[in-house]
Protein backbone atom coordinates (compact mmCIF):
# COMPACT_ATOMS: atom_id res chain seq x y z
CA UNK A 1 0.00 0.00 0.00
CA UNK A 2 2.10 3.07 -1.21
CA UNK A 3 1.70 6.59 -0.22
CA UNK A 4 2.72 9.30 2.28
CA UNK A 5 1.81 8.98 5.81
CA UNK A 6 2.10 11.26 8.90
CA UNK A 7 1.75 11.28 12.28
CA UNK A 8 0.85 12.38 14.76
CA UNK A 9 -2.80 13.79 13.33
CA UNK A 10 -3.20 16.26 16.09
CA UNK A 11 -0.25 17.45 18.01
CA UNK A 12 -0.31 19.64 21.18
CA UNK A 13 2.46 22.09 21.84
CA UNK A 14 3.64 23.65 25.03
CA UNK A 15 5.08 27.17 25.52
CA UNK A 16 9.15 26.69 24.87
CA UNK A 17 8.65 23.31 23.53
CA UNK A 18 10.42 21.82 20.37
CA UNK A 19 8.02 19.45 18.51
CA UNK A 20 8.69 17.24 15.66
CA UNK A 21 6.52 15.63 13.25
CA UNK A 22 6.78 12.44 11.01
CA UNK A 23 6.59 11.92 7.21
CA UNK A 24 7.31 8.55 5.60
CA UNK A 25 6.59 7.93 1.70
CA UNK A 26 7.10 4.72 0.41
CA UNK A 27 6.80 5.68 -3.26
CA UNK A 28 10.57 5.97 -4.27
CA UNK A 29 10.33 9.44 -4.76
CA UNK A 30 13.45 11.54 -3.90
CA UNK A 31 11.85 15.07 -3.55
CA UNK A 32 10.23 15.98 -0.38
CA UNK A 33 8.14 18.83 1.24
CA UNK A 34 6.95 20.37 3.97
CA UNK A 35 3.80 23.04 3.77
CA UNK A 36 2.57 25.14 6.11
CA UNK A 37 -1.58 25.67 5.87
CA UNK A 38 -3.62 28.45 7.62
CA UNK A 39 -7.04 28.62 8.00
CA UNK A 40 -8.45 29.98 4.37
CA UNK A 41 -5.28 29.94 3.05
CA UNK A 42 -3.23 28.37 0.28
CA UNK A 43 0.00 26.07 1.17
CA UNK A 44 3.43 27.67 1.76
CA UNK A 45 6.19 25.98 1.49
CA UNK A 46 8.81 25.94 4.90
CA UNK A 47 11.29 23.31 3.40
CA UNK A 48 11.98 21.23 0.43
CA UNK A 49 14.59 18.21 0.38
CA UNK A 50 15.31 17.22 -4.01
CA UNK A 51 17.84 14.37 -2.30
CA UNK A 52 19.09 12.58 0.70
CA UNK A 53 21.23 14.73 2.97
CA UNK A 54 20.59 17.70 1.01
CA UNK A 55 17.69 20.45 1.70
CA UNK A 56 16.84 23.63 0.89
CA UNK A 57 14.48 26.48 2.65
CA UNK A 58 10.98 27.84 1.72
CA UNK A 59 9.52 30.89 2.06
CA UNK A 60 8.99 30.46 5.54
CA UNK A 61 11.59 28.49 7.19
CA UNK A 62 12.23 30.73 10.29
CA UNK A 63 11.39 28.46 13.41
CA UNK A 64 11.28 25.18 11.34
CA UNK A 65 14.16 22.75 11.03
CA UNK A 66 14.65 19.43 9.05
CA UNK A 67 16.74 17.02 8.36
CA UNK A 68 16.94 13.91 5.08
CA UNK A 69 19.22 11.29 6.66
CA UNK A 70 16.83 8.28 4.56
CA UNK A 71 15.25 8.72 1.37
CA UNK A 72 11.50 7.72 3.00
CA UNK A 73 12.15 9.96 5.87
CA UNK A 74 11.60 13.70 5.91
CA UNK A 75 10.81 15.05 9.83
CA UNK A 76 10.03 18.46 10.68
CA UNK A 77 11.05 19.84 14.07
CA UNK A 78 8.78 22.98 15.14
CA UNK A 79 11.14 24.95 17.11
CA UNK A 80 10.54 26.91 20.31
CA UNK A 81 11.63 30.25 18.22
CA UNK A 82 8.15 29.80 15.72
CA UNK A 83 6.42 32.11 17.95
CA UNK A 84 2.93 31.32 15.95
CA UNK A 85 3.24 27.50 15.21
CA UNK A 86 -0.37 26.84 14.64
CA UNK A 87 -1.43 25.47 11.98
CA UNK A 88 -2.38 22.41 9.76
CA UNK A 89 1.26 20.79 8.48
CA UNK A 90 1.20 18.82 5.20
CA UNK A 91 4.26 16.78 4.23
CA UNK A 92 4.35 15.94 0.16
CA UNK A 93 6.67 14.34 -2.53
CA UNK A 94 7.31 13.99 -5.72
CA UNK A 95 9.27 11.83 -8.03
CA UNK A 96 12.08 14.24 -9.04
CA UNK A 97 11.64 17.44 -9.16
CA UNK A 98 9.31 20.16 -7.61
CA UNK A 99 7.06 20.84 -10.73
CA UNK A 100 6.06 17.89 -11.30
CA UNK A 101 2.92 16.27 -9.21
CA UNK A 102 2.82 16.38 -5.64
CA UNK A 103 1.44 13.22 -3.30
CA UNK A 104 0.42 14.63 -0.14
CA UNK A 105 0.05 12.92 3.42
CA UNK A 106 -2.85 13.00 5.01
CA UNK A 107 -1.78 16.14 7.46
CA UNK A 108 -1.11 17.02 10.97
CA UNK A 109 -2.41 19.73 13.17
CA UNK A 110 -0.82 21.28 15.44
CA UNK A 111 -2.26 22.78 18.78
CA UNK A 112 -0.37 25.46 21.45
CA UNK A 113 -1.52 24.95 24.96
CA UNK B 1 4.50 33.97 -2.42
CA UNK B 2 1.02 33.27 -3.48
CA UNK B 3 1.31 32.72 -7.71
CA UNK B 4 -1.65 31.72 -8.34
CA UNK B 5 -5.29 33.44 -7.40
CA UNK B 6 -8.86 31.40 -7.66
CA UNK B 7 -11.60 32.95 -8.45
CA UNK B 8 -14.47 33.12 -6.84
CA UNK B 9 -13.41 32.98 -3.12
CA UNK B 10 -16.44 29.83 -2.43
CA UNK B 11 -19.07 28.49 -4.49
CA UNK B 12 -22.59 26.96 -3.82
CA UNK B 13 -24.43 24.75 -6.06
CA UNK B 14 -26.98 22.00 -6.56
CA UNK B 15 -26.28 18.31 -7.47
CA UNK B 16 -26.27 18.01 -11.02
CA UNK B 17 -25.41 21.66 -11.87
CA UNK B 18 -21.91 22.57 -13.89
CA UNK B 19 -18.95 24.42 -11.27
CA UNK B 20 -16.34 26.56 -12.51
CA UNK B 21 -13.59 28.07 -11.08
CA UNK B 22 -10.70 30.51 -12.41
CA UNK B 23 -7.39 30.68 -11.55
CA UNK B 24 -5.01 33.48 -12.64
CA UNK B 25 -0.84 33.86 -12.45
CA UNK B 26 1.56 36.43 -12.82
CA UNK B 27 4.74 34.91 -14.33
CA UNK B 28 5.17 32.52 -17.02
CA UNK B 29 4.56 29.14 -16.31
CA UNK B 30 6.06 25.17 -17.01
CA UNK B 31 3.08 23.77 -16.51
CA UNK B 32 -0.27 23.91 -13.82
CA UNK B 33 -1.92 21.83 -11.66
CA UNK B 34 -5.25 21.54 -10.18
CA UNK B 35 -5.42 19.86 -6.59
CA UNK B 36 -8.54 18.75 -4.51
CA UNK B 37 -8.45 18.96 -0.49
CA UNK B 38 -11.30 17.79 1.64
CA UNK B 39 -12.04 19.35 4.75
CA UNK B 40 -9.06 18.18 7.44
CA UNK B 41 -7.34 16.34 4.98
CA UNK B 42 -4.19 16.31 2.74
CA UNK B 43 -4.27 17.87 -0.97
CA UNK B 44 -5.58 15.46 -3.65
CA UNK B 45 -3.72 16.02 -7.17
CA UNK B 46 -6.49 16.36 -9.97
CA UNK B 47 -5.16 17.40 -13.41
CA UNK B 48 -1.70 19.09 -14.55
CA UNK B 49 -1.48 20.96 -17.97
CA UNK B 50 1.73 21.93 -19.26
CA UNK B 51 2.03 25.50 -20.87
CA UNK B 52 1.84 24.25 -24.39
CA UNK B 53 -1.51 22.86 -23.62
CA UNK B 54 -4.80 24.57 -24.25
CA UNK B 55 -6.95 21.81 -23.06
CA UNK B 56 -7.60 18.79 -20.84
CA UNK B 57 -10.14 16.21 -19.83
CA UNK B 58 -10.25 13.54 -16.87
CA UNK B 59 -13.58 12.38 -15.99
CA UNK B 60 -16.26 14.89 -15.02
CA UNK B 61 -13.32 17.72 -15.08
CA UNK B 62 -12.18 20.05 -17.88
CA UNK B 63 -9.32 22.27 -17.56
CA UNK B 64 -8.32 25.11 -19.93
CA UNK B 65 -5.22 26.98 -19.84
CA UNK B 66 -4.93 30.57 -21.96
CA UNK B 67 -0.96 31.35 -21.49
CA UNK B 68 -1.88 34.80 -22.96
CA UNK B 69 -4.14 36.03 -20.30
CA UNK B 70 -2.01 34.02 -17.41
CA UNK B 71 -4.97 32.10 -17.04
CA UNK B 72 -6.72 28.69 -16.05
CA UNK B 73 -10.46 27.61 -15.35
CA UNK B 74 -11.32 24.05 -13.57
CA UNK B 75 -15.01 22.82 -14.81
CA UNK B 76 -16.70 19.84 -12.82
CA UNK B 77 -19.30 18.48 -14.82
CA UNK B 78 -22.71 17.04 -13.24
CA UNK B 79 -21.43 17.83 -9.67
CA UNK B 80 -22.12 15.65 -6.73
CA UNK B 81 -22.14 15.60 -3.24
CA UNK B 82 -18.84 14.44 -3.16
CA UNK B 83 -17.37 17.12 -4.89
CA UNK B 84 -17.44 19.41 -1.76
CA UNK B 85 -14.27 20.26 -1.43
CA UNK B 86 -11.51 23.19 -1.76
CA UNK B 87 -9.68 23.57 -5.28
CA UNK B 88 -6.39 24.50 -5.40
CA UNK B 89 -4.42 25.68 -8.50
CA UNK B 90 -0.42 25.48 -8.09
CA UNK B 91 1.68 26.92 -10.47
CA UNK B 92 5.33 26.05 -11.77
CA UNK B 93 7.02 28.78 -12.61
CA UNK B 94 9.70 28.97 -15.79
CA UNK B 95 12.24 31.28 -13.85
CA UNK B 96 12.33 28.35 -11.36
CA UNK B 97 14.94 26.31 -12.86
CA UNK B 98 14.32 23.42 -10.03
CA UNK B 99 10.37 23.68 -9.86
CA UNK B 100 8.57 24.64 -6.68
CA UNK B 101 4.66 25.01 -6.72
CA UNK B 102 3.04 28.27 -5.98
CA UNK B 103 -0.47 27.43 -4.90
CA UNK B 104 -2.96 30.21 -4.29
CA UNK B 105 -5.72 30.33 -1.60
CA UNK B 106 -8.43 28.51 -2.82
CA UNK B 107 -11.80 28.10 -3.84
CA UNK B 108 -14.10 26.21 -1.48
CA UNK B 109 -17.24 24.33 -3.07
CA UNK B 110 -20.61 22.87 -1.83
CA UNK B 111 -22.58 20.93 -3.54
CA UNK B 112 -26.21 20.54 -1.29
CA UNK B 113 -28.25 17.38 -2.74
Known amino acids: DGGITQSPKYLFRKEGQNVTLSCEQNLNHDAMYWYRQDPGQGLRLIYY???????QKGDIAEGYSVSREKKESFPLTVTSAQKNPTAFYLC????????????FGPGTRLLVL | SQQGEEDPQALSIQEGENATMNCSYK?????LQWYRQNSGRGLVHLILIRSNEREKHSGRLRVTLDTSKKSSSLLITASRAADTASYFCATDALTDSWGKLQFGAGTQVVVTP
Open chain 2, 27 to 31: TSINN
Open chain 1, 92 to 103: ASSLRQGGETQY
Open chain 1, 49 to 55: SQIVNDF
